[in-house]
T-cell receptor, first 115, second 113 residues
Framework: GAGVSQSPSNKVTEKGKDVELRCDPI?????LYWYRQSLGQGLEFLIY????????KSGLPSDRFSAERTGGSVSTLTIQRTQQEDSAVYLC?????????????FGQGTRLTVV | AQSVTQPDIHITVSEGASLELRCNYS??????LFWYVQSPGQGLQLLLK??????LVQGIKGFEAEFKRSQSSFNLRKPSVHWSDAAEYFC???????????FGTGTRLKVLA
């Protein structure tokens, strides 16, 4: 596609429910990132995928968070048993390569509200 | 550990005035540096980036940034601000051996007519 697409754009869920957030990266991009943006906290790295390599999950805040990337393209971030502190904007980004000097292109994010 | 500091949480300027947004980083070698802008309800858009070479970098929308190794800074500047520049600005560093872009907490810019 023309850009990184994320869905849904907004999600309100009840505490304790599971949610799935979807990211469609730019076609051909081999690297895919998930970040979390909380108010006043900047962007927090969550997870990184590069091709067929094992993902770097070091930023996931707890074992309630998981992500997968199917066929090297679409990625899904899953949050189980959501808590109020999970409320944030979840941003997905993709880039051509895994090198750090490559620009990351961001989606518009999914705003998650846990009530 | 690498880190990025944006000391100004909010900045207000009048339209037509000059702008400087501060960014300081902590890193042991020459970093890769980025400035992104986020308009309300939008994703992040790259304004400019520094990898090596000329320390004054030109970006889109009339922005520029200067890498100063001695001050560990990468401040963003614009000579004349437009009302459409009102947004949140993020400085980021990419560090050796990692593909994790480290972001600052952002500076929210308000432009007065």
């Amino acid at each position: 596609g023309a850009g990184v697409s994320q869905s849904p754009s907004n999600k309100v869920t009840e505490k304790g429910k599971d949610v799935e957030l979807r990211c469609d990266p730019i076609s051909g991009h081999t690297a895919l990132y998930w970040y979390r943006q909380s108010l006043g906290q900047g962007l927090e790295f969550l997870i990184y995928f590069q091709g067929n390599s094992a993902p770097d999950k070091s930023g996931l805040p707890s074992d309630r968070f998981s992500a997968e990337r199917t066929g090297g393209s679409v990625s899904t971030l899953t949050i189980q048993r959501t808590q109020q502190e999970d409320s944030a904007v979840y941003l997905c980004a993709s880039s051509w390569m895994s090198d750090r000097n490559t620009e990351a292109f961001f989606g518009q994010g999914t705003r998650l509200t846990v009530v | 550990a690498q880190s990025v500091t944006q000391p100004d949480i909010h900045i207000t300027v009048s339209e037509g005035a000059s702008l400087e947004l501060r960014c300081n980083y902590s890193y042991g070698a020459t970093p890769y540096l980025f400035w992104y802008v986020q308009s309300p309800g939008q994703g992040l858009q790259l304004l400019l980036k520094y990898f090596s070479g000329d320390t004054l970098v030109q970006g889109i929308k009339g922005f520029e940034a200067e890498f100063k190794r001695s001050q560990s800074s990468f401040n963003l500047r614009k000579p004349s601000v437009h009302w459409s520049d009102a947004a949140e600005y993020f400085c980021a560093v990419g560090a050796t051996g990692t593909y994790k872009y480290i972001f600052g907490t952002g500076t929210r810019l308000k432009v007065l007519a």
